[in-house]
């Protein structure tokens, strides 16, 4: 505990690591906000049973894709798959195209709870495979697998939209 | 579709949290910590108050048992007293008849000789 800084200086190094995993992955900022609220404030009940900055980090995001994992499902019991929000001023301006991110970004928000948690995990944090079942407590075979599944429904998602756009452009 | 993953990394990449976030975290922790520790320093009070209770209705009771006590004892005293006076009664008053008895019993013995 000797090593750790104080709870200010934790959640100012990880707030966006916590808020962009949420994000990404219920696609509503106000819910994304809240629920990284919660995390810290569960980190702060906790703090004093973790040892480093790395175990602050894995236990972070461990608390923080359960639970949402948890908030997904209950979304889409409350009122089906959400939709993702406008992006965000700064992000627009780096995408090129506007629309083919908003295609990806609905495409995401359509994968199944664990799955969606799992791509965002593999692309927002740049976590192997090994290191998202560490996480998720997950088989590595099982990790593998959501994955692959994920990109190859949003690789035939993606396909099927393009052609829609190709076919209403000709027309 | 060129590259589902680098879109993916684009897309997914770390977002800004919103600003003063850290600072509304750190206030709610505060403010639960404080609330954690009145709420414990109540839950103290709260005990403290009824053992206060519990010894207090406890010295109640054995102040009323020792006076219960004392009441029965001077009652047996005074009840005591009482007997000692009627059987002084009782013994003044059966004096006389006594004697007038023997008296009578003497003078029949008398009238039979």
């Known amino acids: 505990m000797a090593s750790l800084p104080g ?12 808020y962009s995993l949420a994000y990404h992955s219920l696609g509503n900022r106000a819910v994304a906000e809240e ?10 009940q906790n703090l004093h049973q973790l040892e480093s900055m790395e175990h602050v980090k894995h236990w972070l995001r461990r608390a923080a894709a359960h639970r949402c994992i948890d908030e997904v499902r209950r979304q889409k019991f409350r009122r089906g798959p959400g939709l993702y929000e406008v992006p965000e001023p700064a992000t627009r301006d ?15 928000a359509s ?3 664990t799955a969606r948690v799992v791509t965002v995990l593999r692309y927002q944090e740049e976590l192997e495979p090994q290191e998202i079942a560490a996480v998720l407590r997950l088989p590595v075979a099982t990790v593998k697998s ?3 599944r994920a990109l190859a429904m949003l690789r035939a998602k993606m396909q099927r939209k393009e052609s829609v756009c190709k076919t209403s452009k000709h027309s | 579709m060129q590259d589902l993953e680098a879109q993916l990394r684009l897309m997914l990449r770390r977002q800004d949290a919103p600003a003063g976030l850290a600072e509304r975290i750190v206030a709610r922790a505060e403010g639960r910590r404080r609330v954690g520790v009145s709420t ?4 103290i009070a709260a005990a403290v108050l009824v053992m ?7 010295r109640q009771e054995r102040e009323r048992r020792l006076q219960a006590e004392q009441t029965a004892q001077q009652l047996e005293f005074a009840l ?4 000692e006076r009627l059987t002084k009664v009782e013994r003044q008053v059966r004096g006389p008849e006594t004697r007038v008895i023997h008296l009578q019993t003497n003078k029949q013995e008398e009238n039979l000789q």
Do not use: K, M, N
Request: aromatic share 10%; glycine share 4%.
């Open chain 2, 52 to 58: 206060a209770g519990i010894g207090w209705q406890y």
């Open chain 2, 40 to 43: 414990r320093w109540l839950a």
């Open chain 2, 80 to 83: 005591r007293l009482v007997a």
């Open chain 1, 146 to 148: 959501r994955l692959h």
């Open chain 1, 35 to 44: 629920l990284t609220q919660d995390v810290f404030l569960s980190l702060h």
């Open chain 1, 94 to 108: 780096r995408w090129q195209d506007p629309l083919l991110s908003r295609q990806l970004a609905d495409s995401v």
């Open chain 1, 111 to 113: 994968l199944p709870a």
């Open chain 1, 7 to 18: 709870f200010a200086e934790i959640v100012h190094q990880h707030q966006s690591l916590v």
